[in-house]
């Protein structure tokens, strides 16, 4: 029984909307954003060979109507690997979004709900592994453990959950403090049924654009270390592996190299344009 | 300066200090994980019992971790971090031959970056929700969210390929001429610069606007200041310290993103070596370069916070 629910079932008949609820930015990188989800869910379908495939005698060749966006550096068709590497590049990020919000997530709303003890001790640690910069845990962890989509995801989401830890127990410190909670709590309401039934449906809209701006620097943080070879391994490719391959057909300007760099850059423009258009209620301080 | 404030900075410096020993605890137990150990990884298909053995007691794999972490801190500490697992060449003597170009290639990129950002920030400041503060806005939030090895590619592409001004890729071999060291670090510099310049310029703008929405500046319009008046004399002085503050703080991710900038171009810095060492799982080396990164970040991190302290004019008097 959310106070928000009951809200928008008196307001939605009574208020018809005349305004689109995002700006003209906005509505442009939602587009974008919806584009790259569809493509990574149904990309590997609609590829039109297959992505392993050596077919073009050419190599770096350019764009032709049976290679439209050009072949790479073996041969292979370069829209094929593209439309297949969205589901490496987006889902990974998306897996390890996912697994740090809900690991740092509830540990932080626990933390707020609990505060004494627990706040103390969960702040301190996350507060110390903070200041370790993301790309050298990467590095570190991916030496230790070798390089592998598990890696990769466990690896990423560790590296998110202090700061969204930090986020998220900002937010339900501030709802923590309100007058229904404590009635809630004077009730006898458990810990759980707070955080579910009181906190939860109070922070959701803040939570929602850190989940954006976070899913942004994963795809940041995981195409750049498949970039430098630490990523995503062969035979299996994510944009930044992409770029990585065909390096040498820089030099002649060739699509193969190109293309998967312009695949990042509107897709990491694109969330970032969402997120800063998203209503000024949602907005959450974020440090990267 | 006075007690408060000495206090002040003695405690940020010791919580500095306290947090590089957390991390190296931390880059110690994760380099540590590595299922089987360094004694066997060395000899791979070689190894004897006997040989494993010799090497666990030379490298005091046989004590417990606590001893050999305090062992590997105090060496990391006199200056000695052992040799490469890989090459055994002397760790000490490697960092040494990149670490003055991974610093020169950060100086130069500050000394490029500060000044247009500051000119960037402030004059989109004073032309707030202008047309041109509108155009830089849009500019630097796509820089901020691409990563560099985009803006690394396009930069090759845009100035080697189509405009032949320089190589592809930086090289280094022997003496350089003056044109050689402004064609290696021309490209890495750039890429650098666009990610920074666009960090600085964004905190800048808001520190001036924050500035501007304060009652001393309504007093200066008031009293029938020019806009640029109001912003160069009142506005700015007052950011000063939000700026410095943000200067420092984008430093410090400048290094994580130099790691990147310097194996796209080849660039022999201390990035490319740590790339290098974990590709090969040089577990010395990794946690010696690992350990410098971090110092390097948790110093510009202290002094962000110093600078904010000191611009605090509340703890002057």
């Known amino acids: 029984m959310s106070v928000d629910h009951n809200n928008t079932a008196i307001e939605a008949p009574a208020q018809p909307r005349r305004r689109l609820p995002l700006s003209l930015g906005g509505m442009v990188g939602a587009t974008i954003v919806a584009f790259w989800v569809v493509v990574a869910i149904i990309g590997p379908y609609i590829a039109p060979h297959d992505a392993g495939a050596l077919l073009d005698d050419d190599l770096f060749g350019h764009m032709r109507w049976k290679f439209p966006l ?16 969205a589901r490496y590049s987006i889902g990974v990020a998306t897996v390890a979004t996912f697994l740090a919000v809900l690991m740092g997530g509830s540990l932080g709303m626990l933390a707020a709900v609990s505060r004494g003890p627990v706040d103390m001790t969960l702040s301190r640690l996350f507060d110390a592994l ?19 989509i598990p890696v990769l995801i466990a690896t990423v989401a560790g590296i998110f959950t202090p700061g969204v830890f930090r986020i998220w127990r900002g937010l339900a410190i501030n709802v923590n403090a309100l007058d229904f909670v404590e009635v809630a709590r004077a009730r006898g309401e458990s810990t759980a049924y707070l955080i579910r039934e009181e906190i939860l449906p109070n922070i959701s809209g803040p939570v929602l654009t850190d989940f954006g701006l976070r899913f942004m620097f994963a795809v940041l943080l995981l195409s750049s270390l498949s970039f430098v070879g630490l990523g995503v391994q062969p035979p299996d490719a994510d944009w930044g592996s992409l770029v990585r391959e065909n390096i040498d057909g820089l030099a002649d300007g060739a699509p193969a190299v190109i293309m998967p760099a312009i695949a990042i850059a509107t897709l990491t423009v694109g969330v970032n344009l969402l997120v800063d258009n998203l209503p000024r209620r949602w907005s959450s301080t974020v440090e990267h | 300066m006075n007690a408060l404030l000495v206090r002040l900075l003695v405690s940020r410096i010791a919580i500095a200090i306290l947090t590089l020993l957390f991390v190296s605890v931390a880059v110690f137990l994760g380099t540590e994980m590595l299922p089987g150990d360094v004694a066997q990884a060395v000899y791979g298909q070689n190894a004897t019992p006997d040989a494993v053995e010799g090497l666990r007691r030379a490298l005091h794999l046989d004590q417990p971790a606590y001893l050999r972490y305090l062992l590997w801190l105090g060496r990391l500490l006199t200056g000695d971090p052992g040799n490469s697992l890989v090459n055994n060449l002397p760790i000490a003597e490697l960092v040494a031959t990149r670490l003055p170009n991974s610093l020169m290639l950060a100086s130069v990129t500050i000394v490029v970056c500060v000044p247009m950002s500051l000119i960037l920030g402030i004059s989109s400041a004073i032309w707030q929700d202008s047309l041109y503060d509108r155009t830089v806005s849009l500019a630097t939030m796509s820089l901020v969210s691409v990563p560099e090895l985009v803006i690394a590619t396009l930069a090759v592409i845009m100035f080697a390929v189509n405009l032949r001004w320089f190589p592809a890729l930086s090289y280094s071999a022997g003496l ?36 501007l929405r304060s009652s001393y500046v309504e007093t200066a319009v008031l009293k029938g200041a020019r806009p640029m008046r109001i912003v160069l004399n009142h506005a700015v002085p007052n950011a000063i310290g939000p ?29 490319r070596l740590l790339v290098d060492a974990v590709a090969t799982r040089d577990m010395p080396l990794i946690q010696a370069c690992v350990i410098i990164y971090c110092a390097a970040y948790l110093f510009l991190v202290a002094l962000a916070d110093i600078a904010g302290m000191l611009s605090n004019p509340r703890l002057r008097h």
């Not at chain 2, 420092?248 to 660039?267: D, M, P, Q, W, Y």
């Open chain 1, 70 to 85: 050009g072949s790479d550096y073996l041969g292979r068709d370069v829209l094929s690997r593209i439309l297949v590497g």
């Open chain 2, 176 to 211: 350089l001429s003056l044109n050689q060291i402004f064609q290696l670090f021309a490209l890495p510099v750039f890429t650098l610069s666009c990610v920074l310049i666009a960090q600085i310029m964004r905190t800048t703008r808001a520190a001036v606007i924050d500035c």
């Open chain 1, 130 to 148: 903070i200041s370790i910069p993301s790309k050298m845990s990467a590095l570190v962890l991916i030496a230790a453990l070798g390089s592998s």
């Open chain 2, 243 to 271: 700026i410095a503050n943000a200067v420092a703080l984008s430093v410090s991710h400048l290094l994580g993103g130099a790691v990147i900038v310097e194996t796209i171009f080849n660039f022999p810095g201390l990035g």
